[in-house]
């Protein structure tokens, strides 16, 4: 079992900026490649970005290419979603999510754990 706990979501202007944080507790952190999905009201659950186990690779939803940027400290059991030129579009919750198995995929089936969530909500 992997426990994961979501941080650092909040009100924030169009433009601004925010880090969400993901600690994780439980089995080896570094066994696990980790993503970022977010779940605005009425919508399907979406990918978000996600990294591999070292985190030397990423990949991004063409959402938040050059906006978001995906990173993990294994040392510390957290990944990291900095967003920077944030949009009202992306007001959601955001859920950060564990696998073990193919770190490419994009839909939330392909993962084993998930948080509880963090809000994020961009004024405009």
């Known amino acids: 079992q992997v426990q994961l706990v979501e941080s650092g979501g909040g009100l924030v202007q169009a433009g601004g900026s925010l880090r969400l944080s993901c600690a994780a507790s439980g089995r080896t952190f570094s066994a696990y490649a980790m993503g970022w999905f977010r779940q605005a009201p009425g919508k399907e659950r979406e990918f978000v970005a996600a990294?591999?186990?070292?985190?030397?690779?990423?990949h991004y939803a063409d959402s938040v290419k050059g906006r978001f940027t995906i990173s993990r400290d294994n040392a510390k059991n957290t990944v990291y979603l900095q967003m920077n030129s944030l949009k009202p579009e992306d007001t959601a919750l955001y859920y950060c999510?564990?696998?073990?198995?193919?770190?490419?995929?994009?839909?939330?089936?392909?993962?084993?754990?998930w948080g509880q969530g963090t809000q994020v909500t961009v004024s405009s």
């Open positions: 999510a564990a696998t073990s198995r193919d770190w490419r995929s994009l839909i939330p089936g392909g993962y084993d754990y």
């Open positions: 990294t591999n186990w070292s985190g030397g690779s990423t």
